[in-house]
T-cell receptor
């Protein structure tokens, strides 16, 4: 079946702008995760959804970052007032409820000029 | 919170040799340890994982060992091939469905 998909694949924006990044998890996966990966580093956890609710949002760096998953499937990561330091690869992963294995999407490369 | 350290950061081997990557973790409650392979510009791909009730797991040329007492786990790749060249990440989590904490990655280069 189809894997995790993310759109757009690349996003270039200017400092101060608002961006939305979308994640479509594997069908039937109830858990969804967002990670951020800077060049040469491992992914860093941002937020985890179980169904529609955020079960753990302790990785969000500040209140400019917000994520939703209104129907328990697609999720949107929203970044307000973007800063150059937000430039990174944003990865989404999903897993079947109660299972450990997380499957990653191809990521969205965000560049803030 | 959990801290995962990984070494070496780079590893270069000749085709056919073995490669070993080691990770340590800090949280004794961690019980799930996956390994991901990430090729340049691609998504991380799960290649093998181990749970804390098992000491070793093997899948063809890849094996992972876990020492809970010492809080370290290792990835072993035998008979390396050029297509094994990639960045490898170890990770740890404390329960089903919880966040993964990743190591910094190891750039493996297999020279033909």
């Amino acid at each position: 079946g189809a894997g995790v998909s993310q759109t757009p694949s690349n996003k270039v924006t200017e400092k101060g702008k608002y961006v939305e990044l979308r994640c479509d998890p594997i069908s039937g996966h109830t858990a969804l995760y967002w990670y951020r990966q800077s060049l040469g580093q491992g992914p860093e956890f941002l937020i985890y959804f179980q169904g529609t609710g955020a079960a753990d949002d302790s990785g969000l760096p500040n209140d400019r970052f917000f994520a939703v998953r209104p129907e328990g499937s697609v999720s949107t990561l929203k970044i307000q007032r973007t800063e150059r330091g937000d430039s990174a690869m944003y990865l989404c992963a999903s897993s079947f409820g109660g299972r450990d294995e997380q499957f990653f999407g191809p990521g969205t490369r965000l560049t803030v000029l | 919170g959990e801290n995962v350290e990984q070494h070496p950061s780079t590893l270069s081997v000749q085709e056919g040799d073995s490669a070993v990557i080691k990770c340590t973790y800090s949280d004794s409650a961690s019980n799930y340890f996956p390994w991901y392979k990430q090729e340049l510009g691609k998504r991380p791909q799960l290649i093998i994982d181990i749970r804390s009730n098992v000491g070793e797991k093997k899948d063809q040329r890849i094996a992972v060992t876990l020492n809970k007492t010492a809080k370290h786990f290792s990835l072993h790749i035998t008979e390396t091939q050029p297509e094994d060249s990639a960045v490898y990440f170890c990770a740890a989590s404390t329960s089903s469905g919880s966040r993964l904490t990743f190591g910094e990655g190891t750039q493996l280069t297999v020279n033909p």
